[in-house]
């Protein structure tokens, strides 16, 4: 999947590259329409740049597409089958959620800076 689609201003973008695009803007536009289908294009797109990032050898930046696979997953199951849930964050889950990034951060931003990540703390 290495193969060059086709070039844009000296760059060859490849069939892989143009796949993951392409699903990552299927992804943006069901995300607007609030429709859960959204999740899935997202984790398949997520999936899809994790193997070109290790095909680029930026081993750090694939190893985040997990992250964003694991939290499409949560939203597919957070979201009702009929699309977005509305409703307010109680308190609890603000705080909950917040340690949950905080911890994450604390405990992936090591493991990134030593894969060589660019940017680990605000990935």
């Known amino acids: 999947m290495s ?44 999936a899809l740049y994790g193997v070109l990032f290790i095909q680029w050898e930026l081993f750090a930046s694939a190893a985040l597409q997990i992250v964003f696979i694991i939290a499409a997953v949560i939203g597919w199951f957070g979201w009702e089958p009929s699309g ?26 090591p493991i990134l800076k030593s894969m060589g990540a660019a940017s680990t703390y605000v990935d």
């Open 84 to 109: 977005a849930r509305p409703g307010a964050i109680k308190n609890k889950q603000r705080a909950l959620i917040l340690i949950a990034i905080a911890l994450a951060t604390l405990a992936l931003a």
């Open 3 to 46: 193969t060059t689609l086709f070039t844009a201003w000296d760059y060859e973008v490849s069939i892989l590259e143009f796949v993951a695009a392409v699903a990552s803007f299927i992804g943006v536009y069901l995300g607007t329409t609030g429709k859960r289908i959204t999740w899935p294009w997202w984790a398949i797109s997520s």
